[in-house]
């Protein structure tokens, strides 16, 4: 079963940055895909940011395009979200998320394994 720990949330302006980590343990081998979701309060689940574990195409959601920007350390099994030049409307609870076949589109919330979530809180 993987094991999924994001870190690396907090309160920032707007403008400001932020850099989450999410750190995969036990059975990375199954990983195929990461990736970073969001939910702001009453509001749906969305993603934000993908990739493949192994190499491969980079997924953004049009909202963060050229704001964030997702990268990975194999060798420490984590993924991270560099986010710039946030706004107030990405405040939001962020999760990891990952899966083993990556299918069901470029965002589904139907991956197997996803972390608690890190808080990120952008004022104006």
């Known amino acids: 079963q993987v094991q999924l720990v994001e870190s690396g949330g907090g309160s920032v302006q707007a403008g400001g940055s932020l850099r989450l980590s999410c750190a995969a343990s036990?059975?990375?081998?199954?990983?195929?895909?990461m990736g970073w979701f969001r939910q702001a309060p009453g509001q749906e689940r969305e993603g934000v940011a993908r990739?493949?574990?192994?190499?491969?195409?980079?997924y953004y959601a049009n909202s963060v395009k050229g704001r964030f920007t997702i990268t990975q350390d194999n060798a420490k099994a984590t993924v991270y979200l560099q986010m710039n030049s946030l706004k107030p409307e990405d405040t939001a609870m962020y999760s990891c998320?990952?899966?083993?076949?990556?299918?069901?589109?470029?965002?589904?919330?139907?991956?197997?394994?996803w972390g608690q979530g890190t808080q990120v809180t952008v004022s104006s």
């Open positions: 036990e059975a990375t081998y199954r990983i195929n895909c």
């Open positions: 990739l493949y574990y192994r190499g491969g195409m980079i």
């Open positions: 998320a990952a899966d083993e076949s990556c299918r069901g589109g470029t965002f589904s919330l139907s991956w197997k394994y």
